[in-house]
Each structure stands twice: as structure tokens, then as C-alpha cells.
């Protein structure tokens, strides 16, 4: 994976944290460890042959690691250790669902979110779609729980 697309990916994570601490309401989510899968998607390229776009595909491996979600963090925050300042420009919380709309300030320049967030108690699943001057990327999102955090 390039640079700029673990970039991108961190971006995810310090999305999902920040908009955690701008919600009003709480999705009906039980808190606990969860086992989360995030994989990025490349979006179509008109004229690059399938085959290739197929190889492309396979460079995004998921990434799967455990997080503990409470009722005050219950967006992933993933496993980035990295800091930037992020804004929100929009953010909804209807029910069991989140969506933001946010641009964070990186070294590499500003990086663009929109995403949202589905809770079904004990799961979740949504999509991150993220831009900045290199490319474009959407992430989908999915977390199990697996028992108490530890």
C-alpha cells in the first residue's frame, strides 16, 4: 500500500474519534470489545482495463484489530497514532445511525471525509469516503463484538 493511501486510511480513524465527541445522541450499541474490519476500495477509473483495476484491488488488504466501544467512543478510532486537526462541517446523529461531513489538516496537505455509521447493538457496519490532493478512497467499515474489554 502507498504511502498516501495509509494516509488515508489513518485519516479514517482520527475521523471516527473526533466525531465521537460532537454527538448529541447515542446509537443502541453494547459496549464491550469488537473485532473491526476496514478495507479500502479504489474507485473506478474509466479506461484502466479490469484486470488491473482487479490487481489494484487486491493491493488494499483489510485491516482487522480489536478496539474496546463504549457508549462515549463508539466510533472506531482504529489503530493510527497519528494527530491532525480535524473540523466538522456537518455531523447527524438519527437513531442507530451517524453521518459526518469533516476536513482534517495533515502534513500532506487537507484530507476530506464524508462518512456514516450504522449500530445494530452488538455490530456495525458504514463507509468513509476520504479525498485529498493524491486520491480518493472509500473504506467500508464493520465491527462484531466479542466479549467484555479487557
Same mark, same amino acid.
Given at each position: 500500500?502507498?504511502?498516501?493511501?495509509?494516509?488515508?486510511?489513518?485519516?479514517?480513524?482520527?475521523?471516527?474519534?473526533?466525531?465521537?465527541?460532537?454527538?448529541?445522541?447515542?446509537?443502541?450499541?453494547?459496549?464491550?470489545?469488537?473485532?473491526?474490519?476496514?478495507?479500502?476500495?479504489?474507485?473506478?477509473?474509466?479506461?484502466?482495463?479490469?484486470?488491473?483495476?482487479?490487481?489494484?484491488?487486491?493491493?488494499?488488504?483489510?485491516?482487522?484489530?480489536?478496539?474496546?466501544?463504549?457508549?462515549?467512543?463508539?466510533?472506531?478510532?482504529?489503530?493510527? $497514532?497519528?494527530? %491532525?486537526k480535524c473540523t466538522f462541517n456537518s455531523?447527524?446523529? @438519527?437513531?442507530? +445511525?451517524?453521518?459526518?461531513?469533516?476536513? /482534517?489538516?495533515?502534513?500532506?496537505?487537507?484530507?476530506?471525509?464524508?462518512?456514516?455509521?450504522?449500530?445494530?447493538?452488538?455490530?456495525?457496519? $458504514?463507509?468513509? %469516503?476520504?479525498?485529498?490532493?493524491?486520491?480518493?478512497?472509500? @473504506?467500508?467499515? +464493520?465491527?462484531?463484538?466479542?466479549?467484555? /474489554?479487557?
Amino acid at each position: 500500500m502507498t504511502r498516501q493511501g495509509l494516509i488515508l486510511i489513518a485519516s479514517v480513524f482520527l475521523f471516527s474519534t473526533a466525531i465521537t465527541a460532537l454527538a448529541d445522541d447515542v446509537p443502541n450499541i453494547k459496549e464491550g470489545l469488537y473485532e473491526i474490519t476496514m478495507q479500502g476500495e479504489m474507485p473506478e477509473m474509466p479506461g484502466m482495463p479490469k484486470e488491473l483495476m482487479e490487481k489494484m484491488a487486491k493491493s488494499f488488504p483489510a485491516d482487522k484489530h480489536k478496539e474496546c466501544i463504549t457508549k462515549e467512543d463508539f466510533i472506531p478510532a482504529g489503530q493510527s $497514532g497519528t494527530q %491532525q486537526k480535524c473540523t466538522f462541517n456537518s455531523k447527524s446523529v @438519527t437513531g442507530n +445511525s451517524v453521518s459526518w461531513d469533516a476536513v /482534517c489538516k495533515t502534513s500532506q496537505g487537507n484530507t476530506y471525509s464524508q462518512g456514516q455509521m450504522t449500530y445494530q447493538y452488538k455490530s456495525f457496519e $458504514g463507509s468513509i %469516503q476520504i479525498k485529498n490532493e493524491a486520491m480518493e478512497m472509500k @473504506t467500508k467499515v +464493520s465491527g462484531v463484538y466479542i466479549g467484555k /474489554c479487557k
